[in-house]
């Protein structure tokens, strides 16, 4: 089976459970953010597998606003899973969703001045590259140094969750590699792997609310 087509499947499943969990376990608040998070990396997800499985190259372009979306749903599921793991009732929410705006402001600006460029890849059917990507990717890396540094710190308070502040550092970690990765290499979506390694620590986090 196609590497690529497996782990799409696998990023399927954890947008499956990770619906699931926000719909039927989450409180109101985080709610609204983690399910928006996540139908938005769905429609990555959905775009991502229209561009494995097309054969005709005609309108691809109507998919640029779709196929990006990570570039705010990883730091989305950062905030979130720092936010759950830490277990500190003084962080505010109108907090995470000032930084959530000012992400969904951001990408809608980087998605109307980039234009896109369309190639083909010999393991993913069609890609995309944003003319701004360079620039995404160095914002990307900064972020989730921020995030492996705040695991870090996280790991050693005393109320936080201990293996969600790992896979904090894990994902942070894996996200990083995979941009670098993709400068070197981008015939391959590396940053794949970031997606399902952030959607498993957010899923993690949002199961814990089944208590």
Same mark, same amino acid.
Request: proline share 2%.
């Given at each position: 089976?196609?590497v690529?087509f497996?782990?799409?499947?696998?990023?399927? !499943? &954890?947008? +499956?459970?990770?619906?699931?969990?926000?719909?039927?376990?989450? $409180?109101?608040?985080?709610?609204?953010?983690?399910?928006?998070?996540?139908?938005?990396?769905?429609?990555?997800?959905? #775009? &991502?597998?229209?561009?494995?499985?097309?054969?005709?190259? %005609? +309108?691809?372009?109507? &998919?640029? $606003?779709?196929? @990006?979306?990570?570039?705010?749903?990883? $730091?989305?599921?950062?905030?979130?899973?720092?936010?759950?793991?830490?277990?500190? %009732?003084?962080?505010?929410?109108?907090?995470?969703?000032?930084?959530?705006?000012? !992400? /969904?402001?951001?990408? /809608?600006?980087?998605?109307?001045?980039?234009?896109?460029?369309?190639?083909?890849?010999?393991?993913?059917?069609?890609?995309?590259?944003?003319?701004?990507?360079?620039?995404? +990717?160095?914002?990307?890396?900064? =972020?989730?140094?921020?995030?492996?540094?705040?695991? =870090?710190k996280?790991?050693?308070?005393?109320?936080s969750s201990?293996?969600?502040?790992?896979?904090?550092?894990?994902?942070?970690?894996?996200?990083?590699?995979?941009?670098?990765?993709?400068?070197? %290499?981008? *015939? @391959? $979506?590396?940053?794949?792997?970031?997606?399902?390694?952030?959607? #498993?620590?957010? *899923?993690?986090?949002?199961?814990?609310?089944?208590?």
């Amino acid at each position: 089976m196609n590497v690529y087509f497996l782990l799409l499947l696998v990023m399927a !499943l &954890l947008l +499956y459970k990770g619906i699931i969990s926000t719909l039927f376990y989450s $409180p109101r608040k985080i709610k609204i953010i983690s399910i928006l998070a996540l139908v938005l990396m769905t429609f990555r997800w959905i #775009a &991502l597998m229209i561009l494995f499985i097309i054969k005709n190259q %005609n +309108y691809l372009y109507l &998919l640029k $606003p779709l196929v @990006f979306t990570n570039l705010i749903c990883i $730091p989305v599921c950062g905030i979130l899973s720092v936010f759950i793991f830490s277990r500190n %009732n003084k962080i505010k929410l109108k907090r995470l969703f000032l930084w959530c705006i000012i !992400l /969904f402001v951001a990408y /809608f600006i980087v998605i109307y001045k980039s234009t896109v460029n369309i190639n083909i890849s010999n393991y993913c059917g069609y890609t995309m590259k944003l003319q701004l990507e360079s620039y995404c +990717y160095i914002i990307l890396l900064i =972020i989730n140094l921020i995030f492996a540094i705040k695991g =870090i710190k996280l790991y050693s308070v005393i109320y936080s969750s201990k293996p969600g502040a790992v896979l904090i550092i894990i994902s942070a970690s894996i996200t990083l590699l995979s941009v670098i990765l993709t400068s070197i %290499n981008s *015939d @391959f $979506p590396w940053l794949l792997l970031g997606d399902i390694s952030w959607l #498993a620590t957010m *899923d993690y986090g949002l199961s814990k609310f089944k208590r």
